[in-house]
């Protein structure tokens, strides 16, 4: 079974490690960062699929990293963890895009289910997959590579595996380069230019041994961005 992966981005030492014992012992896997800063680093850049966020936070504060966050991965689940109690902070949280509000002090349990419900509804990382059959083969995204069926072997870099996984988790959806962007390369889109995407999948079909004027596997929707057709 393939552990979540939560970061945890709190201040205080003892309450920070206490979560992160808590969430290990029930099987996720567990990044830490004690500042702002590299919490907003960490939230943009590592393969996490939730974050618990505090608000008041040395350097960069806590709304302003979750503003951050759903700027270039807007659907990755955020939960913020505060002291303050009052509506209004509530409101302007889960406004701001936070998916839950957990008030301090709370107990483990309540804090783990709430992790496992917002977990459960995120569209952020609908599955995992670590290998994908292939026509000739199979491509191994653990190991980062594709084994054809007549002996060869390929290497695939570490953003074509993620690329190909991310479409292959998103089978029969046209997923826009934008979307690809903000996903993969972990960058906001607006004004980047996208033909690095268009250079990755090139690769990739390549590759993926597909015709590049009649691809079966990785297709182009015109208009919108690539698709992962599954294999029979």
Excluded at 116 to 135: G, K, L, M, Y
Aim: charged share 30%.
């Amino acid at each position: 079974m393939i552990k979540r992966r939560i970061l945890v981005i709190e201040d205080d030492e003892a309450i920070r490690r206490g979560i992160a014992d808590a969430l290990k012992a029930s099987g996720y896997s567990v990044r830490e960062a004690g500042d702002g800063d590299l919490g907003l680093e960490l939230a943009i850049t590592s393969d996490c699929d939730l974050v618990l966020l505090d608000l008041i936070l040395p350097g960069r504060d806590g709304m302003e990293i979750l503003g951050e966050i759903r700027a270039t991965r807007p659907t990755l689940p955020v939960i913020i963890l505060t002291a303050r109690g009052e509506e209004s902070d509530r409101v302007t949280g889960l406004r701001a895009g936070a998916d839950d509000y957990v008030i301090k002090p709370f107990s483990v349990s309540e804090l783990l289910a709430r992790v496992e419900a917002v977990a459960r509804r995120s569209p952020e990382r609908p599955s995992d997959i670590r290998e994908i059959p292939v026509p000739g083969g199979v491509a191994n995204l653990q190991n980062h590579e594709i084994k054809y069926d007549d002996g060869q072997r390929c290497e695939l870099s570490q953003r074509e595996a993620e690329l190909l996984r991310y479409l292959a988790c998103n089978a029969g959806r046209a997923v826009s380069r934008d979307e690809i962007l903000s996903r993969v390369w972990r960058l906001d889109p607006t004004g980047i230019d996208t033909r690095t995407i268009d250079m990755t999948v090139a690769r990739l079909r390549e590759k993926l041994r597909e015709d590049p004027t009649n691809p079966q596997l990785l297709l182009t929707v015109r208009g919108k961005g690539y698709m992962f057709a599954p294999q029979e």
